[in-house]
């Protein structure tokens, strides 16, 4: 018989791919330049040349079976020094390499945290709104995801109603900073209180709960935005990273996950993270391009675009009557739709070929999400189609 979990996930499929599988479908109708496409969060800018450098100097340098042969289960030693050096360089922690563990990208990531701190039927508390595939994340690993409803004002943490929803079945707490769908950055005080709750808690608890901070779009961060490295202020803290949004290799699949060395249980987690890809099939990251993430883990992509972008659409948008949170970071908006039901907003989005995905799905019905990872010039070209849509509603 059919697996029935994922027999039912297909009545669920990402709405994200499926407004972009449409907005393809339009623009083979009637030009690429006439569909304004804010659904996919697809880095618009190349990868740093250095990247394509350190392949050409690996393939014409390196032992081929050194160069394609099966990496450490934990990754390529020289790799993970590398990594940990640099976060050590920027953040003035002490990672080692064997802190770390190389991954195939921040979801891969993720899914060895989940299941390191946790056994199946244990609580996961996040923040809405959330990344959409927290869900089957979660699911998968047997474990119960509950969401913090947001706080529309700000996107920061809403402490009194996490504080409430913590319990003794708490593994962890998850967060994304910076937010995909808001663009919110948590501020300094905010992770200090987070960290003084969630200590409390693991004291009155007698167990700890690890906070799993999931962060790819860390190096998007704008000008004058606070952006604390939030390992820094908890110990029992999970990092999760991908190099698919700072450095453009989101086809590369390349990340890895970072236990602050602080934590006691530092060593065991890591030292549990091979048993687990030995039950979710990962069994390593690429060799090539994990010694190629090495050689660029100090660099990124040419990121002023994403600001560029965001400060043409937040000055339109809030001149044309939408009401939405200063982004402080990443390539994502997530201003108020028109009208309460954000599917029928993005509904009526699409008939003018404007796409836009709905909140609904990032656990904030009523908010939509703008993926403003595009050329800057499409951004110029759809401002008059967001002032349309806006005039639609008066």
Known sequence: MLNKMYTKMLGEKDIIFEIFNYSQKRAAQIGSENVYDFSLGNPSVPAPWAVSAAITRQLNTLEPLKLHGYSPSMGIVEVREKIAADLNRRYQTHYKAANLFVTAGAASALAHALRAVSNPGDEILTIAPHFPEYIPYAAGAGLKLRVVPADTETFQIPFEQLEAMLTPSTAAVLINSPNNPSGIVYSTATIKRLAEILKRKSCEYGQPIFLISDEPYRDIIFKGTDSPYIAAYYDDTITCYSFSKSVSLPGERIGYLAVNPDSRYAAQIIELCPQISRTTGHNGAASLIQRTAAEVCSLTSDLSVYETNKNLLYQALTEYGFNCVEPGGTFYMFPRSLEPDSMAFCRRAMEMD?????????????????AYCVPTERVKKALPVFRRL?????
Do not use: K, T, W
């Open 354 to 370: 404007l796409m836009l995905v709905p909140g609904d799905n990032f656990g904030c019905p009523g908010h939509f999400r703008i």
């Open 390 to 394: 806006a005039e639609s509603y008066r």
